[in-house]
């Protein structure tokens, strides 16, 4: 289970998220929702160790505290995250590009495994492992972004807007995959502007306002919340 | 036709030296975003460790280049941790200012070891053999080679090796390379260690050919980034061709135009290259 207890990030005085608690138990699909500058990237960054957490803040993962290891020791444990604006490495190819997300493993045969389960879930990169990730489009982008982060094979995969500046449809096959992706026991943290699609998918959300957390309980509640309907879905 | 050919091999074998240097310029920059002043200072550290070997201790040439080699690449891990690591969140300034006290520094140890003479080393291939009728000294197709060499030794490893990717990896993107598990500080220390191999490469096989003097590296680095510059910064391929287009357009340029100025030719070039193409003649890519 990941456990954030009275997260606050600071940006010099800044206080960017204040007093965040929320958990994702085992098997679920949790959603954050908020408006841009509601500091759902910079809860992301805190838990993956980019971005320091101020003290007294607690991310609690797989019985270790994660404020005090290095990214590279939070991938180790389990925890991948897949940053907002897909982050990829343009002038590598889509192979070399997935391949280094399985970096910290070394067994060649399980790279090739997990590279195989990748593809199955985002078929169109077969055809594309030779060419530079960076001539792909927006949507297979994102899916070499998704695809990289689920190469270390973590037991819980962080989502930050995968959805943001693609199209409708595109938006759905995305966010298919990453219910299948739960669905195959992965938990998932999914930030979302995209409320309506996000709730759809999910068990939980979390609802953020300029860098608290507002409101909270099962999508399905969510959904029906007059606020929620009136700030995110326009009605 | 003759003074042509000799002139392209001239062009070559400086050219070798340029981008090999210059390519260690560019990783380092692509990497870390420090502009190392005191590179061509490391080249020169690579001749000085080659020719202290071979004239003062009598070790055999090739041997004598790969301990150049491996004491500069530790020279220059050690130099990212100690100077440029602590800098790594400081503003670029900080780094450029460092690089610069490096470089001093690298001179002036030299010349209390070695003293300003210029020294000049043997080489195992002194003599003169003939290419297509032209009389070529030996070495000189000895240092080509060994440069084609390790510059292809180089490419093969960033294109494909896992750490070679790590690198490329790191320089394209640093934070994606953290989310994956890279140690960038590892990979800082790497480059710079590479990079300062290549530099002694560099050294080692220019000893014998031109004289080496305390002096020697600052004109390289002058002319390096004018080739990283002119590549693209950060660019590996635009390093190497780079390196060898500029010494063509010197040597050339020095024997047909005027050799008072064949040193003013890479700054002219440079000139034009900021005028016409600010983003270098090659897209910036490690």
Known sequence: MLKVSALTVSYGSFQAVREVSFEVRPGELVVLLGANGAGKTTIFRAVSGLTPADRGSRIEWAGQELSSLSPRAIVDSGLSHCPEGRKLFPELSVGTNLRLGAYRCHDKAEIQRRLARVLELFPPLSGRMNDPAGALSGGQQQMVSVGRALMAEPKILLLDEPSVSLAPKVVAQVLEAVAAINRTGTMVLLSEQNAYAALEIAHRGYVLEGGRLVLHGPAAELMQHDEVRRAYMGA | ?286
Do not use: C
């Not at chain 2, 975003?33 to 690579?46: D, E, I, R, T």
């Open chain 2, 1 to 286: 036709m003759e003074l042509f050919a000799q002139q392209i091999l001239n062009g070559l074998v400086t050219g070798s030296v340029y981008s090999l240097v210059a390519l260690g310029l560019t990783l380092i920059y692509g990497t870390m975003n420090v502009p190392n002043f005191a590179h061509g200072q490391l080249f020169m550290f690579g001749a000085y460790l080659s020719y202290a070997l071979v004239m003062r201790a009598g070790v055999h040439y090739w041997i004598a280049m790969a301990i150049a080699v491996v004491t500069l690449a530790i020279a220059g891990a050690v130099l990212e941790r100690s100077v440029f690591r602590p800098l790594r969140h400081a503003p670029p300034l900080n780094s450029m200012i460092a690089a610069l006290g490096v470089m001093l520094l690298l001179e002036a140890v030299a010349q209390n070891i070695w003293g300003p003479e210029f020294r000049h080393t043997d080489t195992p291939y002194g003599g003169i053999v003939s290419l297509f009728g032209l009389p070529v000294a030996a070495h000189r197709l000895i240092l080509l080679g060994a440069a084609a060499a390790s510059m292809m030794a180089l490419l093969v490893f960033l294109t494909r090796t896992t750490a070679g990717a790590a690198i490329r990896a790191t320089a394209q993107n640093p934070e994606a390379a953290l989310l994956v598990g890279i140690d960038t500080g590892r990979v800082a220390m790497a480059t710079f260690a590479i990079s300062a191999a290549l530099a002694a490469v560099a050294g080692a096989l220019i000893a014998p050919i031109s004289l080496v003097y305390p002096a020697m590296g600052t004109v390289v680095t002058l002319k390096a980034f004018v080739i990283v510059v002119l590549g693209g910064m950060g660019s590996v391929t635009g390093a190497l061709i780079g390196g060898y287009l500029l010494a063509l357009a010197e040597s050339l340029g020095g024997t047909y135009v005027s050799a008072t100025y064949q040193d003013l030719i890479a700054f002219v070039v440079l000139a034009l290259v900021f005028t016409f193409r600010p983003a270098g003649l090659f897209k910036a890519a490690v």
